[in-house]
T-cell receptor, first 113, second 112 residues
Framework: DQQVKQNSPSLSVQEGRISILNCDYT??????FLWYKKYPAEGPTFLIS?????DKNEDGRFTVFLNKSAKHLSLHIVPSQPGDSAVYFC????????????FGSGTRLSIRP | NAGVTQTPKFQVLKTGQSMTLQCAQD?????MYWYRQDPGMGLRLIYY???????DKGEVPNGYNVSRLNKREFSLRLESAAPSQTSVYFC???????????FGPGTRLLVL
């Protein structure tokens, strides 16, 4: 039973356009959400996070939106650049299990010229 | 400042063999983690160490043991490797248990 779901295994977006990656979760105890980016043959790197007390967090070209009622979050990348081509993992954790981050299965984003 | 380092980068084992995956961090972090990544499964937590001297099971601990050797090092041991343990293993660390985790480059393990 996946508690964090990324239903799109892959996404292709034209350079310069907006990339939107989606993530759904089932555990209402989650209160902290993260996005990690992973290039081939490298470990994941932290991208952006959001606490459940917020509904939006922005960092440069990256914005994460959280809809608690729908148990849904999304990552927006504007504008998309070739270096954004990577696998993006959504992750979630709860205060009661702060060490246990649950990861989604990832979405492979490809930015085409 | 190397961050999180893992050795080896790649290993092939025969079923039943044992091996230890090494992980070290130079960021003076208190918490360390071991994950495995399988196709279509994302990363799953095997074991973690919230602080030096403590270890706890994660989501998929069966077939593994860990040792938090000191604040810097956290090793993962496979006592009797099985083909189901073929995976990419990532070590991570964070300053405290609830904070952002920093990952190593991974160890690709193939069990025949």
């Amino acid at each position: 039973d996946q508690q964090v779901k990324q239903n799109s295994p892959s996404l292709s977006v034209q350079e310069g356009r907006i990339s939107i990656l989606n993530c759904d979760y089932t555990n209402s105890m989650f209160d902290y959400f993260l996005w990690y980016k992973k290039y081939p043959a490298e470990g994941p790197t932290f991208l952006i996070s959001i606490s459940s007390i917020k509904d939006k967090n922005e960092d440069g070209r990256f914005t994460v939106f959280l809809n608690k009622s729908a148990k849904h979050l999304s990552l927006h990348i504007v504008p998309s650049q070739p270096g954004d081509s990577a696998v993006y993992f959504c992750a979630a954790s709860g205060y009661s299990s702060a060490s246990k981050i649950i990861f989604g299965s990832g979405t492979r984003l490809s930015i085409r010229p | 400042n190397a961050g999180v380092t893992q050795t080896p980068k790649f290993q092939v084992l025969k079923t039943g063999q044992s091996m230890t995956l090494q992980c070290a961090q130079d960021m003076n972090h208190n918490s360390m983690y071991w994950y495995r990544q399988d196709p279509g499964m994302g990363l799953r937590l095997i074991y973690y160490s919230a602080s030096e001297g403590t270890t706890d099971k994660g989501e998929v601990p069966n077939g593994y043991n860990v040792s938090r050797l000191n604040k810097r090092e956290f090793s993962l041991r496979l006592e009797s490797a099985a083909p189901s343990q073929t995976s990419v293993y990532f070590c991570a660390s964070s300053e405290q248990a609830e904070e952002t985790q920093y990952f190593g480059p991974g160890t690709r393990l193939l069990v025949l």
